[in-house]
């Protein structure tokens, strides 16, 4: 609530703006009765010319045009207000979002985030365009009308000021009543689309086992349980307007009787006063009965925009990173791991205090049972999370100094599901390097990766595009993708999480023989799932639940380590027994 | 706009509700304009001097038409609201009517997930079309002609100025902004889809940007986006709030006018001065029913594009399917052979054909594993088998029948199917085994979820939608179980036990082998292990069988599935 109120008051001149049209268009309504009455009464009582009224009329016909604009620009001022806030809250939430450690961005919350940025950030329109100038007009208008009133005849203003207070009572004690219930039986209504949904995903299902039909009944069952509920529920509401109707209508009858009687048996007031309060007093219950419903909508809109301001409020770990650049060297540095510890905040998994040193070009494997913290360590090593106890330093200095910027540039990660970005294939090879590149450069890398026969096959060689997240290409393909980026990008230091299972012999080939490319220049450090990475590196680390059991190589740790020996034997044949 | 006559069609089925809620506004309209009219009477009487009486039978009537509005209002609120959900509920119903037939040619060209949620989406959307814009017209049309001829008993001058308030008011003006919205209206949508493209980009593909260091270019991008989308939305905005604030304007001019020429007409003498101030009041309050017309060109635009999406779906000629062709309605109860001649096949859309020839042939009461690469295309296959997709060349046949003759329903009546992503319903365990067949007892579900060990799920146990509640495990074994209650000769089981350990697959696998023994079975498989007791094994690489063989012959030919087998034995 809040974080909302200072959303709003940031656009402090333009509020004051809006009070001012406000009063602006409230003044109007009132000379608006006034004129109206004069003329009425200029013809009806006092028998003026025709010619004697113009001059009423033309003001009229002004004061008219300034209530339609000054309405106009209030809405539209709601308007800009909320079109600058949906930037601005659109903005800090990317950045925000930016800033998170990518663990946190892959744990199911992305779905969240995607929309947040798009419907969260939209359904806090209303709240701006609509809600807040409808609120002043409420507020004001009626206000400007009663006081007016007072000022013509005591006694209309002591009976709206009588009868006003029972529109908030009404409407407080319903609400008081139907409030929850209803609110309970709103969630099942959102939830009742669903169920709809439901029935049309399930349709195959349905199909299949022969039961279309009844669903069918189901639908209509639930379509007409659905709308009575609907319907108890919105008799509350329809309720609630009756009661405003009949009041208004209720003290707009008194007042209009009380003007009666005051003008003919006491004689005390005159036609003129009778005749502006009798257009005044519609204005004044018009703009309350507004507030009510306004209210009412303001609500779940409000609702949107404090679950978007709330995201501000939680806090997250950042990322740490230094100022100092790292240069790209020929040689790729030596990476040391110095009591690495790190652990989730709602998990009990710990990765407990690693010590190992990579040497340049060296082919390390990270093994172990899944949980056991390999991907962890991949994240730490790219800079996607930051450690909590120890560090990785890098040609012995901490890796936290350097810049993100440096760090990357000279690191390729080879994931297990690849994003690949719509556009081009060309350009998705391309994204590998952030500097320009020749088509050359990126026929080169497909080459090397292995998948530039797919692409040439294709009618629009590198130019086809491949849709949102990369449809139309399997997972051997997208894994090619990567590491033709790779290829592009030239990099001292290849993290590597190979693929557990799925892909087909050829891409199995040629995964195996880009890696060993890369690695003639570059450090190359795998999540290991095949047997033949293991065999082949240079140091295993071999981890369980968090805590490194051993470096060292397949040889030395078949002979020393009876778990890791379990592990590789039960893979070998275990399961055909 | 002839989809929108469907949706009329359909919405019409309410008559009585319908036409209670139209009355009642009018009731509401008219004697809120009465009220209005007698309370400027009574004022312009009083100011006169009149008998006593006169002014009780006015109040009276003042406060009459007080209550008559308010009870009216709240009645046509009930009936108009109950019409809006009883005439979705029959939307429902009629598209779910014609969606089924539809399904599963519809997924040929549609996505599912799209397809559905717009389907639901644009139903939900259509309540608007009744209760914003079919009938708030006709009750505004009656109002203001009542009106109108009231009024000509006084003057005919302001009779035509309401007239042609209402014209303007109601007609012109929405008319004229309508246009400039369906303009507006394209364009935001479109902006809307492309950032949400550019969301979706940026979030989940988060890791691959940052580390390829393109985040802050993608960041400026999607906001670039954003800000355009805006824009437009801004845009529409401007435009809704200003056809509000100038229809406003335009029924003050209205007013305005009743008033000059009326005070001329009073001065003239051919009106009773008397009556001015009532035809003021009129005047004032006749319009306030028109002020919803601002926002009905937004809701008609919103209910056509509705209506135009929905009967594009299910009148698109694409996937109309007609019965005609089908000329088996019923298949034997026994194991089915089948065999595939020279079929091709690719998705819609897709820039390279999922299978582009095969031949296979499946002897009847045989059992089939077929293996390969993630995207092989062996998944197709069996989609292919149950008229799920249709070949684009070559046939299938089901024993002696091309199954494009035979009727889907004949030929899912003998298939016990498990699929890699299996639909669950909202209710229970018990509802959901319960599709095989509604005449099954307790004992038997029981029994059959101890066989796929579930045992610790009870029969009322809650599912939710989609079998949200569940692991990936359970829904695989609840699939499996529902299978197994289901009568057929033919299974079809596609990757059915990816989520289980193996321990338990194989305890699983006992059961259904042994109740498959003389029945037809399609494996795919995503496990090369336990394979020995299949009669043949299908190897598949993209689109194409490059082995086939039983388990030893293919082990001994040290071929393609020898390697794939080496590969998955030296995986950790």
Known sequence: MQNLKKTVWMHNKRLYFLVGLTLLLGFAIVVQAFLMTTIVEGVFLENLSFSAITTWLVALVLILLIRAVSDYLSKRIGVSIASDVKRDVRKRLITKYAQQPVQLAEKGQTGKKVSMLLDGVDEMDSFYSQFIPQVMQSTFVPLLAMIVVFTQHVNSGIILLLSAPFIPIFMIVIGMKTQKKSEEKLEKLASFSGTFLDTLKGLVTLKLFGRTKRQQDEIEKSSLGFRDTTMDILKVAFTQSFMLEIISMLSIGIVALELAIQLIIYESISFFTAFVILILVPEFFTALKELGTTFHNGRSSMGAANKVLEEFDTEDDTIKWGKRELVKQDVPPTIQLDQLGFSYPDSNFHLEAIDATFSPKQKIAIVGASGAGKSTMLHLLAGMITPQHGAIKINQQDLVHFTEKSWLAQLSYISQNPYIFSGTIGENIAMGTTASVSEEAIQQAAQSAGIAPLIESLEKNYHTKVGEAGRGLSSGEKQRVSIARAFLKKPNVVLLDEPTRGLDLATEKILQQSIEKLNETATVITVAHRLHTIKTADQILFLENGQLQAVGTHQSLLDNLPAYREMVSIQQGGEQA | ?572
């Not at chain 2, 979705?88 to 996505?111: D, G, I, M, Q």
């Not at chain 2, 507006?184 to 890791?207: A, C, H, K, P």
């Not at chain 2, 499946?362 to 197709?380: E, N, W, Y």
């Open chain 2, 1 to 572: 706009m002839r989809d929108l006559q469907k949706v009329i069609k359909l919405m019409l089925m309410e008559k009585k509700d319908i036409i209670l809620a139209i009355f009642l506004g009018f009731i509401a309209g008219i004697s809120s304009v009465g009220l209005f009219a007698a309370s400027g009477y009574l004022i312009s009487k009083a100011a006169l001097t009149p008998p006593f009486y006169a002014l009780i039978i006015l109040t009276s009537t003042v406060k009459l038409l007080g209550f008559v509005k308010a009870f009216a209002k709240y009645g046509e609120r009930l009936y108009s609201h109950r019409a809006t959900f009883t005439i979705l509920s029959n939307l429902r119903v009629a598209f779910f009517e014609k969606l089924e037939p539809l399904v599963p040619n519809v997924f040929h060209k549609y996505r599912s997930g799209d397809l559905l949620g717009r389907v639901v989406g644009d139903v939900e959307s259509l309540q608007n079309f009744f209760l914003r814009v079919f009938y708030p017209p006709l009750v505004l049309l009656l109002v203001f002609v009542s009106t109108i001829f009231f009024t000509s008993f006084y003057s005919m001058a302001i009779a035509v100025i309401l007239l042609v308030g209402f014209l303007l008011t109601a007609i012109v003006i929405p008319g004229l902004f309508s246009l400039r919205q369906m303009k507006i209206n394209g364009r935001v949508r479109q902006e809307r889809g492309d950032l949400s493209t550019e969301i979706t980009e940026l979030m989940y593909g988060f890791r691959d940007l940052k580390l390829f260091q393109q985040l802050d270019l993608k960041q400026d991008q999607l906001l670039a986006q954003s800000q355009t989308y805006i824009n437009e939305q801004k845009q529409e905005n401007i435009n809704k709030v200003y056809s509000q604030s100038f229809n406003g304007f335009i029924t003050f001019i209205i007013s305005w006018f009743v008033l000059a020429v009326g005070a001329y007409l009073v001065i003239d003498g051919t009106l009773d001065g008397i009556f001015l101030a009532m035809l003021v009041m009129i005047s004032l309050t006749v319009f306030e029913p028109a002020a919803p017309m601002a926002v009905f060109p937004i809701y008609m635009q919103e209910s056509r594009d509705a209506s135009t999406r929905l009967y594009d779906v299910v009148d698109d000629p694409d996937i109309q399917v007609s019965e005609a062709t089908t000329t088996v309605d019923q298949l034997p109860d026994a194991a089915p052979a089948l065999i595939f001649r020279d079929i091709r096949f690719g998705y819609m859309g897709d820039w390279r054909t999922t299978i582009p020839k095969l031949s296979l042939s499946i002897p009847s009461g045989s059992k089939t594993a077929i293996v390969g690469a993630s995207g092989s295309g062996k998944s197709t296959l069996l989609q292919l088998v149950l008229k799920l997709q249709q070949v684009q060349s070559g046939e299938i046949y089901w024993n002696q029948h091309d199954i494009s003759t035979v009727s889907g329903n004949a030929m899912w009546e003998q298939a016990k199917v498990v699929l890699q992503e299996n639909h669950f319903f909202y209710g229970t365990i018990r509802e959901n085994l319960l599709l095989a067949d509604t005449e099954l007892d307790d004992v038997l579900l029981k029994s059959v979820l101890a066989k796929v060990q579930l045992n610790l799920f009870s029969l009322d146990d809650h599912v939710s939608e989609n079998g949200e509640n569940l692991s990936g495990g359970e829904k695989q074994r609840l699939a499996i179980a529902r299978a197994l209650l289901k009568k057929g000769h033919l299974w079809v089981l596609d990757e059915p036990t990816s989520s289980l350990d193996s321990r338990t697959e194989q305890s699983i696998y006992h059961h259904l082998f042994a109740q498959a023994e003389n029945d037809t079975l399609l494996l795919v498989s995503h496990r090369l292990t336990g394979l020995e007791k299949m009669d043949q094994i299908i190897v598949m690489d993209h689109g194409q069988i490059i082995e086939s063989g039983s388990y030893s012959e293919l082990m001994e030919k040290q071929g393609y599935f020898y390697q794939m087998k080496t590969l998955e034995d030296s995986l950790l």
